[in-house]
T-cell receptor
Framework: SAVISQKPSRDICQRGTSLTIQCQVD?????MFWYRQQPGQSLTLIAT?????????ESGFVIDKFPISRPNLTFSTLTVSNMSPEDSSIYLC????????????FGPGTRLTVL | GNSVTQMEGPVTLSEEAFLTINCTYT??????LFWYVQYPGEGLQLLLK?????DKGSNKGFEATYRKETTSFHLEKGSVQVSDSAVYFC????????????FGTGTQLKVEL
């Protein structure tokens, strides 16, 4: 398994601003994922981030709103841009050590509130 | 496309009661199936998994059997404890799906003394 940390753990932000969430893993992993969990709902995949390539976004999510960086095999960032109250969610990072690993390991999440 | 359907919650049980949380799925091929648990204020943790038909995943007294014929992966525990109170998510990873997980909506379990 992998140990994953996220920063910040929570934040309260003003409408129109941007927040960058960091995800750090204690070992090198091939695949990293970003999910959104809106209040009382399930997890929705935002994008897949592999080192050395552009992130792959799911339907309904765009790079201008959720730019992602993946500079190396242990780190990724997700930025939530031009925030509105509808962006209030928990944002979770997860990892899979290799492409063939079927288990994902999740970070503790970042709880974002947009006023 | 892939989908996971879970029974709606909340499910409220007394301590030592038997637990079943139903999960059915739709997917092509032979997906891997998972149960994740989210304790209050925490992130998701893998509870158990099964990767092929008739496999039984088990952990911490919880069990689930991969039933291809009924496309189900129901979670069971013979005697729940207050500490099992959490939200339980059923999920699948389809073959050729780029390692993406599809989650159910989650079922909240409350265990009372």
């Amino acid at each position: 398994s992998a140990v994953i940390s996220q920063k910040p753990s929570r934040d309260i932000c003003q409408r129109g601003t941007s927040l960058t969430i960091q995800c750090q893993v204690d070992s090198q992993v091939t695949m990293m994922f970003w999910y959104r969990q809106q209040p009382g709902q399930s997890l929705t995949l935002i994008a897949t981030a592999n080192q050395g390539s552009e992130a792959t976004y799911e339907s309904g999510f765009v790079i201008d709103k959720f730019p992602i960086s993946r500079p190396n095999l242990t780190f990724s960032t997700l930025t939530v841009s031009n925030m509105s109250p509808e962006d209030s969610s928990i944002y979770l990072c997860s990892v899979a050590p290799t492409v063939s690993t079927d288990t994902q390991y999740f970070g503790p999440g970042t709880r974002l509130t947009v006023l | 496309g892939n989908s996971v359907t879970q029974m709606e919650g909340p499910v409220t049980l007394s301590e030592e009661a038997f637990l079943t949380i139903n999960c059915t799925y739709t997917a092509t091929g032979y997906p891997s199936l998972f149960w994740y648990v989210q304790y209050p204020g925490e992130g998701l943790q893998l509870l158990l998994k099964a990767t092929k038909a008739d496999d039984k995943g088990s952990n911490k007294g919880f069990e689930a059997t991969y039933r291809k014929e009924t496309t189900s992966f129901h979670l069971e525990k013979g005697s729940v404890q207050v500490s099992d109170s959490a939200v339980y998510f059923c999920a699948l990873r389809s073959t050729g799906g780029g390692n993406k997980l599809t989650f159910g909506t989650g079922t909240q379990l409350k265990v009372e003394l």
